[in-house]
């Protein structure tokens, strides 16, 4: 199954920018679409973008415009460029696979630990 590492993220100023990546192990990564998903602790875990493996997208309104999401499937990795960066955006990113844009089955049924973002002035 594939595993994940998050990392990238840090503290940013309001307007900011940073980008996430998702080192993903396995030799069936090529499989699944990919998601980053966050959390905190007034909401639910929410889908911020998610990236098939042909390349398709997907974003929430909050973050269409200003989030990009891609994919290098040579190097497992998949990446989240965000920019104009809100204090709304502040969570803690994590990234999980599913079979297709859409999906609710997700492939990792633990959680990794993720990566903090934190948008403050």
């Known amino acids: 199954q594939v595993q994940v590492v998050e990392s990238g993220g840090g503290l940013v100023q309001p307007g900011g920018s940073l980008r996430l990546s998702c080192a993903a192990s396995?030799?069936?990564?090529?499989?699944?679409?990919m998601g980053w998903y966050r959390q905190t602790p007034a909401k639910q875990r929410e889908l911020v973008a998610a990236i098939t493996s042909a390349g398709a997208t997907k974003y929430s309104d909050s973050v269409k415009g200003r989030f990009t999401i891609s994919r290098d499937n040579a190097k497992n990795t998949v990446y989240l460029q965000m920019n104009s960066l809100k204090p709304e955006d502040t969570a803690v990113y994590y990234c999980n696979a599913a079979p297709h844009l859409g999906a609710t089955n997700l492939v990792l049924g633990n959680w990794g630990q993720g990566t903090q973002v934190t948008v403050s002035s």
């Open positions: 396995g030799s069936i990564f090529n499989r699944y679409t």
